[in-house]
């Protein structure tokens, strides 16, 4: 099974060791499930990872791990533009998910409007506790 899960699902991963986000991430490592991203988000990440509201809450040496361990998913180097989010920010999530044919975009940002479309194509977009309910059985 191939997904996406989308920036907030990882830092919250980092920032909670008891929370669905970490559990979602633990199982990836556990290869439980295959991950998929692009040099986007990973720039994302690095990016958001450095903001004055996450300093306090984010480890870097933890954040740095989680991207040396994004090298391990599978890496789309382009992804096709056909897909529109009502927050611009989110677009290249359902525009990765659908290039990957993920099955899940594991999301908890509702004002991207991701959640309320439920699917991007024929991924599936649900959140860290459905997912962790319904797919993963934790």
């Not at 991203?37 to 903001?51: D, F, G, H, K, N």
């Not at 359902?94 to 479309?117: E, I, P």
Request: hydrophobic share 40%; glycine share 4%.
């Amino acid at each position: 099974m191939l997904i996406v899960l989308d920036s907030n699902v990882l830092f919250s991963a980092l920032i909670s060791p008891h929370g669905a986000p970490h559990r979602i991430y633990e199982a990836w490592r556990e290869s439980r499930f295959e991950l998929a991203t692009c040099p986007e988000q990973i720039e994302e990440l690095r990016r958001a990872s450095r903001y004055p509201k996450f300093r306090n809450i984010l480890q870097p040496h933890l954040v740095e791990l989680m991207l040396n361990h994004l090298h391990r998913a599978h890496i789309l180097q382009q992804v096709p533009n056909r897909h529109v989010a009502a927050d611009p920010r989110g677009t290249y999530l359902l525009n990765l998910a659908d290039a990957a044919q993920a099955q899940y975009l594991v999301t908890g940002d509702k004002r991207a409007g991701m959640l309320q479309q439920r699917r991007g194509g024929k991924t599936r977009i649900v959140t860290a506790a459905t997912f962790c309910e319904k797919v993963l059985q934790l």
